[in-house]
């Protein structure tokens, strides 16, 4: 890997680090740089996740003022997020690289039309009794099938949180972007740890995307927490699309 080489995935890993901190589809800025760079997609796959997991850590810690009073939530959602996560860290080693595309931008559609419309159908919800602060059933599957997905590959994971947990639970907008920011983490960090012990990593190029997500979540968290919460709604959307819109075309 040249000095150039390094700056540019550096450069890369700012740019993830901010949008997965605010809204979450950072992967698809560095999981191309890295194909471009020369890395075989496995290989690409597994070096960017282990090289933005230090930025998802700079994300929870960017936004530890917003989790104040809800550790033990994240500890227990934490805890699906890990589990999908194992299980997706060792399909991305067993399936072949196509086996999500097909249903992938689908999902991350859906999220940005549930996130559109998050307001009134938090509402119904509310009014059937089917939100509060700790979900239930379908947000706990959805966690867990999210974590799969983001040990597998994680592109636009945030998108999915977020619409999950805005909907299911009843609390702050920002709250919930430091909640979705733990369990993204949380998947990146285990799925890591797997490939670490079970794959091959390219560590010069792994280290190049840390540093600069680990800064690109610092500047993504002051920007984030900032937004008001329907100019953040719409962030979120229009990065959603433009995910599903990369995933479809590539």
């Known amino acids: 890997m040249t000095p150039l080489d390094a700056l540019g995935l550096g450069a890369a890993g700012v740019a993830a680090g901010a949008i997965n901190t605010v809204v979450g589809s950072g992967s698809l800025i560095t999981f191309p740089t890295l194909l471009a760079l020369g890395y075989a997609p496995v290989l690409a796959n597994v070096t960017n996740t282990v090289g933005i997991f230090p930025g998802s850590v700079s994300g929870v810690v960017g936004y530890r003022r917003e989790l104040r009073g809800g550790v033990g939530r994240a500890v ?3 805890m699906l997020s890990a589990l999908g996560s194992i299980a997706g860290a060792l399909l991305l080693l067993q399936l072949p690289e196509s086996a999500f595309d097909a249903i992938v931008p689908a999902l991350i559609l859906i999220a940005c039309v549930l996130v559109a419309v ?25 966690i867990l099938l999210t974590g799969t997905y983001g040990g597998y590959f994680g592109a636009a994971q945030g998108v999915l949180l977020i619409a999950l947990l805005t909907i299911f639970i009843d609390d702050d907008l920002q709250r919930l972007n430091a909640l979705k920011n733990v369990l993204a983490g949380v998947a990146n960090g285990v799925a ?7 794959s091959e990593v390219a560590w010069g190029a792994a280290a190049s995307l840390a ?3 680990i800064i690109g979540s610092q500047i993504g968290a002051t920007v984030g927490r900032r937004l008001p919460p329907p100019i953040y709604r719409t962030t979120i959307v229009l990065v959603g699309v433009v995910a599903a819109s990369v995933l479809i075309l590539t």
Do not use: K, N, T
């Open 76 to 78: 227990r959602f934490g």
């Open 118 to 142: 998050q307001p009134r159908l938090s509402g119904w919800l509310s009014a059937r009794q089917l939100r509060g602060h700790q979900g239930g059933p379908l947000l706990w599957l959805g």
């Open 192 to 198: 890591a740890v797997v490939f670490i012990l079970i």
């Open 211 to 213: 540093v600069g997500a």
